[in-house]
């Protein structure tokens, strides 16, 4: 559903291209969604909003996700650590947790690289319909393909046909970019 991949930035002229790594596995919940590069961005955005802890940092984008996204833990706090390392928020104690907020260096590097960013905030404040839409029309299909292969005795013709559509159609869906 989201595509963050292989957007160049002049920041990497610096920094080095961070987008052939793919960060945030969402518990093995399908696809990672963001590479190392675009989450450092969104995770930046988050915090820029207001101070926050990782933790808070997991939750807020798995709800402006739509519940379609949930980044591990193993993905948010290298990342803070890296974002503390290059100067763009600070941390500080807040009982048993870190409180991480937004330096002007974040800010600045926010505001050099906005376009992208809206980009990214755009992309994953797409209405949770449209996600649920996909489940219902996957449940569907799911039915269908079970109820046609589970008539009495179908025949080998209607089992090759049934799988030339499936391969069709999945061949034309990873082909989408």
């Known amino acids: ?46 915090i820029a909003e207001k101070p926050r802890h990782g933790y808070e940092i997991i939750k807020e984008l798995e709800q402006r996700s ?11 706090y290298p990342l803070l650590s890296m974002l503390l390392d290059m100067g763009h928020v600070v941390a500080t104690a807040d009982g048993n947790k870190k409180l991480h907020t937004i330096t002007p260096e974040g800010e600045a590097f926010l505001a050099e690289n906005r376009q992208f960013v809206d980009a990214i ?26 109820a046609q292969g589970q008539e009495n005795h179908p025949s080998a013709a209607k089992l090759e046909l049934i799988r030339a559509i499936l391969r ?10």
């Open 1 to 46: 559903m989201f595509r963050f991949l292989h957007h160049q930035h002049r920041h990497h002229a610096t920094h080095g291209d961070h987008h052939h790594h793919r960060g945030g596995g969402g518990r093995g919940r399908g696809p990672k969604m963001f590479d190392a590069g675009a989450m450092r961005y969104i995770v930046l955005q988050l």
């Open 66 to 76: 739509g519940g379609g996204y949930t980044p591990s833990p193993g993905a948010i």
């Open 121 to 146: 905030v755009a992309r994953m404040s797409d209405p949770a319909e449209s996600r649920d839409d996909l489940r219902t029309i996957m449940h569907e299909l799911k039915h269908a393909v079970i």
């Open 168 to 177: 069709r159609t999945t061949a034309e869906i990873l082909a989408l970019d």
